[in-house]
């Protein structure tokens, strides 16, 4: 009997820095049941994902375009798509899939559209709103099946536009690499982070969307003479202005930069206090992974967000844009270590229990399956 063909899947990210939606890849690729399924990575931009996949084994392509929408790149995407002979096209986020949507329906290849969080925003002006809102609204139309990452992002889609064909699949992480009763090397000792002081982390792409700003305006706050240290980890478009600020504010040895790192088990393992102050997401993976590692949670109250913490059960929520009450939350949880630990057990127990990376990756196989099956 002849050997059954693997399903290609084209898995396509906007870029190749890595950020949440790109640790979903990232592990999905490595989850996804290699008898069944082969995948091809594309990327539109380069960076260390890309690098990764690489060193991995899987066969991944760059073409540059930092634009959504860009007929420009079209024709080097469908030679891809001729040439590994791809059977489905799995698109991560808004560029992706308006970056493939065309030449895959020229080659009549079936889109499956996972939102990472929408890219129209509650601080968008109203035109750039309403442009981001039609636009997804017609890549959701595209797409044969489009997959929200949170009931929160799903609900907020289905209130501005027909959502055919959707399904909720939430992150799952991989809870063997983010499992907090493993050993880990000693981050803490690395950065000079003494037993009596409390290690406040921060993991994020440095941009807008994550309000570093507010982060270090909030640590200003922090009377200099409690025993705290702040652990700043990520690159991104902002990270200069936040070297500019930390500066201005004083902060000095008090804030710890580091790049981009690929130990983030071990971070979160000597981080006593984890912060996430955004301005929205889709389910945060980054969020999901401190949970794991049984982290008191201090977070913005948004969609995506309050589908992981409920305010004082497994984390602290607090407003968006605003520094006087992040460090009321970061004074609390420095003042009451029993506190700290009650948020970080519930908060673990939560995903140890729904947000496995496995079971993630079954529904996601089953997914497509079906979409294949309807097209045949």
């Known amino acids: 009997m002849a050997e059954q063909a693997k399903i290609r899947i084209l898995q396509t990210i906007r870029q190749g820095k890595v950020g949440g939606g790109e640790t979903h890849v990232l592990d999905l690729v490595k989850e996804l049941d290699k008898d069944r399924f082969e995948s091809v990575i594309l990327s539109f931009t380069d960076g260390p994902m890309v690098d990764k996949l690489k060193a991995d084994g899987f066969k991944t392509y760059v073409v540059h375009t930092e634009k959504p929408f860009n007929y420009k790149v079209w024709k080097d995407v469908k030679k891809i798509l001729t040439d590994e002979q791809i059977d489905l096209i799995h698109a991560h986020g808004t560029r992706a899939n308006s970056n493939t949507f065309y030449p895959a329906g020229q080659l009549k290849i079936p889109i ?36 929200c990452v949170s009931e929160s992002n799903f609900r907020e889609g ?31 000792a690395e950065f000079g982070i003494s037993d009596d002081e409390i290690l406040v982390s921060y993991i994020a792409r440095i941009t807008a969307q994550k309000e570093p700003l507010t982060f270090l305006k909030a640590i200003a706050k922090i009377p200099a003479e409690v025993k705290v240290k702040f652990l700043i980890v990520g690159d991104g478009d902002l990270k200069a202005q936040m070297l500019e600020l930390a500066e201005k504010l004083e902060l000095g040895s008090r804030v710890i930069f580091e790049h981009f790192r690929d130990d983030i088990p071990a971070i979160l393992n000597g981080t006593d206090i984890f912060c996430l102050p955004s301005l929205w997401e889709g389910l945060p993976i980054a969020l999901l992974e401190a949970m794991a590692m049984r982290k008191a949670i201090i977070a913005t109250a948004i969609d995506g967000t309050r589908d992981l913490i409920i305010d004082r059960k497994n984390g602290l929520l607090i407003p968006i844009s605003n520094p006087d009450e992040l460090a009321k939350a970061i004074l609390l949880l420095l003042s009451d270590a029993q506190l700290r630990k009650t948020l970080g057990l519930e908060a673990g127990a939560l995903v140890k229990a729904s947000f496995n ?13 079906d979409v294949l099956a309807a097209r045949k």
Do not use: C
Request: hydrophobic content about 35%; overall charge positive.
């Open 158 to 188: 289905k209130s501005k536009f027909p959502m055919h064909d959707t399904k909720v699949i939430v992150n799952g992480i991989n809870q063997v690499k983010f499992n907090p009763d493993r050993d880990y090397k000693d981050i803490r």
């Open 112 to 147: 499956v559209y996972t939102v990472h969080g929408w890219s129209f925003h509650p601080d968008q002006q109203p035109v750039v709103k309403l442009i981001r809102t039609l636009s997804e609204r017609f890549l959701v139309k595209v797409a044969s099946q489009t997959i």
């Open 357 to 369: 990376i496995e079971t993630m990756t079954r529904k996601v196989e089953a997914t497509y399956l």
